[in-house]
């Protein structure tokens, strides 16, 4: 009774359905806090690409945009699929919401910082770490000192590194963890991949998400939903990664026997420069005559 008592809900399913609900900001500003390293207080949740998805890629892709106490936007995206242009794609989401919230006529001064969080059940390129982190900075070419930008907070002249400026991006690759889960990070990636949360935890966000996140605290209707949408999770990863697997046994298919012409070829060539008759060479090789002749 305690497993089915213990039983939560996945990360995406929350920020559809609930962490968008100011009641539930604590499980996400816990999350915000544990990965970017300090407090985190939401103040609002914007529109986001994922409220306005077609409805194709509704199971593959989820995500949330939120404002924090200091004006900086967050995007938190779950991606179940491979993509082909998916850094291509953050790149742009980012640079839309900069662009976004910030008004005609406002200074540049007006510009915040934002971070994108990404958390990915797909193999990203190649890379034996479970988390990357993605900042801009400026490195002397002969110097190798990091520069510093002068600029006016509060009426006072400060010294910022750009990467507090510029948009930072965090690559969670899920399936890359296999470690005990003993810190604040490692226990939300734990639970971002197995959906195990400790009794004993102590991280930001996880204490609440053992009470909100429950599966079983949900009413009737909305554990169907939730079913439904895990059970479309899974057929579409199903279905993409057959046809993955098919796509490469084509392939090797394709490249097995493109070598077998291409040998055949050469020893026929061969034969053909020995002097050897061309039907012995059509028997030795299973070339045509047609195809042989055309080596000479």
């Given at each position: 009774?305690?497993?089915?008592?213990?039983?939560?809900?996945?990360?995406?399913?929350?920020?559809?359905?609930?962490?968008?609900?100011?009641?539930?900001?604590?499980?996400?500003?816990?999350?915000?806090?544990?990965?970017?390293?300090?407090?985190?207080?939401?103040?609002?949740?914007?529109?986001?690409?994922?409220?306005q998805q077609a409805q194709d890629d509704m199971f593959n892709r989820v995500d949330i945009?939120?404002?924090?106490?200091?004006?900086?936007?967050?995007?938190?995206?779950?991606?179940?699929?491979?993509?082909?242009?998916?850094?291509?794609?953050?790149?742009?989401?980012?640079?839309?919401?900069?662009?976004?919230?910030?008004?005609?006529?406002?200074?540049?001064?007006?510009?915040?910082?934002?971070?994108?969080?990404?958390?990915?059940?797909?193999?990203?390129?190649?890379?034996?770490?479970?988390?990357?982190?993605?900042?801009?900075?400026?490195?002397?070419?002969?110097?190798?000192?990091?520069?510093?930008?002068?600029?006016?907070?509060?009426?006072?002249?400060?010294?910022?590194?750009?990467?507090?400026?510029?948009?930072?991006?965090?690559?969670?690759?899920?399936?890359?963890?296999?470690?005990?889960?003993?810190?604040?990070?490692?226990?939300?990636?734990?639970?971002?991949?197995?959906?195990?949360?400790?009794?004993?935890?102590?991280?930001?966000?996880?204490?609440?998400?053992?009470?909100?996140?429950?599966?079983?605290?949900?009413?009737?209707?909305?554990?169907?939903?939730?079913?439904?949408?895990?059970?479309?999770?899974?057929?579409?990863?199903?279905?993409?990664?057959?046809?993955?697997?098919?796509?490469?046994?084509?392939?090797?298919?394709?490249?097995?026997?493109?070598?077998?012409?291409?040998?055949?070829?050469?020893?026929?060539?061969?034969?053909?420069?020995?002097?050897?008759?061309?039907?012995?060479?059509?028997?030795?090789?299973?070339?045509?005559?047609?195809?042989?002749?055309?080596?000479?």
């Open positions: 009774m305690t497993a089915l008592k213990d039983r939560y809900i996945r990360f995406d399913w929350a920020i559809k359905r609930l962490l968008r609900q100011k009641a539930n900001f604590d499980v996400l500003e816990g999350f915000l806090t544990v990965f970017i390293g300090e407090k985190v207080k939401i103040v609002d949740i914007l529109e986001s690409e994922g409220n945009k939120a404002k924090n106490s200091k004006g900086e936007i967050i995007i938190v995206e779950i991606q179940n699929t491979s993509e082909l242009y998916y850094l291509e794609r953050i790149l742009y989401g980012v640079a839309k919401a900069i662009t976004e919230h910030i008004n005609l006529g406002n200074t540049y001064q007006e510009v915040k910082k934002v971070y994108s969080i990404s958390i990915l059940y797909f193999d990203l390129g190649q890379g034996a770490d479970y988390l990357y982190v993605g900042q801009n900075d400026f490195v002397g070419v002969h110097t190798k000192d990091h520069l510093k930008i002068s600029r006016k907070e509060e009426g006072a002249i400060v010294q910022r590194f750009p990467s507090e400026i510029f948009p930072t991006y965090y690559l969670v690759r899920v399936n890359n963890f296999n470690e005990v889960a003993k810190s604040p990070l490692e226990e939300w990636i734990k639970y971002l991949k197995d959906g195990v949360i400790s009794a004993e935890t102590t991280a930001p966000g996880l204490r609440e998400a053992r009470q909100k996140l429950q599966y079983y605290s949900m009413d009737d209707a909305e554990r169907h939903a939730y079913d439904e949408h895990i059970n479309a999770v899974m057929i579409q990863n199903d279905v993409l990664g057959n046809a993955r697997q098919e796509g490469l046994e084509e392939g090797l298919a394709e490249g097995l026997a493109k070598g077998r012409d291409e040998r055949s070829l050469e020893i026929a060539k061969s034969l053909l420069d020995m002097g050897v008759a061309i039907d012995k060479i059509m028997n030795a090789t299973g070339l045509d005559e047609e195809q042989i002749r055309s080596l000479r």
